[in-house]
């Protein structure tokens, strides 16, 4: 039988906009030492825009971005949407891919108009050649935090697009939260060092975890553990889901994906960074009832 108070508590915890899955994560969540954030979707917006582009000779932005977004078009990502977006957004006529691929942590491929492209960041452009002007435009996307995306036509780089996200409002209030009670605030994303470092800065984020393979986020979680931390993992993406499950508090992101949603012990309805730290003040209120 569900003990009373943790039934009381699980019902406060729907009305805040929790939904408490798997009760041993709240109950876990009142010994929390750190807690790890996937930056993408979770402390960020997930809303990306192309702000800047460089085309490699030969090639128009236009036409550039009417192809990326073709490649694009039948990802879920929120780098892929911020790049169909962009394409939307100046009046750009989208083609039909085919043969659509996901490379999880890497980037996309697909064949548009006879044509094998791909798309993806850094970890996608090993043996690819590069051209010098896009290479400068990639370093100096970096500068600014933004994501630097490329374009692949076969084996030849041909256009990079800076991508930039916005840092969620209630993020700052959650890693302030956080860090009043003693608890440490980490990142966790598959974003390049540059971006992470920027946006874990203007937070006030403790440590921070870039350019994480999918395969390997669930590490970084027993990493701390074996610290002999309790760990929260908060994330949105297919990605998170083995963090989250590996996590002593797994907390999904509502508005995610439904694997991650499965593979939490918490699920914020509301999507909202600051009940992290509300989590953690329930948690404690349902022992004090029951002791
Ligand atoms: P995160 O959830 O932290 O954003 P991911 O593992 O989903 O990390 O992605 C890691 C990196 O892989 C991204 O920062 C980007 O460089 C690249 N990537 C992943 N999916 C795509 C995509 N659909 N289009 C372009 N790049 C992608
Ligand atoms: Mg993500």
Redesign the pocket.
Known sequence: AVPLVVAISTSMGAASGLLVRDRRGLEEARNLDAVIF????TLTLGEFRVVSMRVAEGLSEDEALRIAAS??AE??????RG?VESARERGLEVPDARDFQ???????VATVDGRTYR??????VEGVEMPEALRKAAVEAGENAR???YLIDGERAVALFAVADAIREESFEAVKALHDRGIEVAM?????RA?ADAVARELGIDRVFA????ED?ADKVKELQSQGKTVAMV???V??APALATADVGVAIGAGTDVAVEAGHIVLVRSDPRDIPRIVALSKATRRKMV
């Open positions: 996937d930056k993408t979707g490649v694009e990802s879920e990502h929120p780098i892929a790049i996901n490379i999880t942590g890497k980037g996309v798309m993806g960041g850094p970890g996608m994501t630097a995306i966790l994303t598959g974003d390049s971006v350019q994480v393979l999918p986020k994330g949105d993406g990605n998170d």
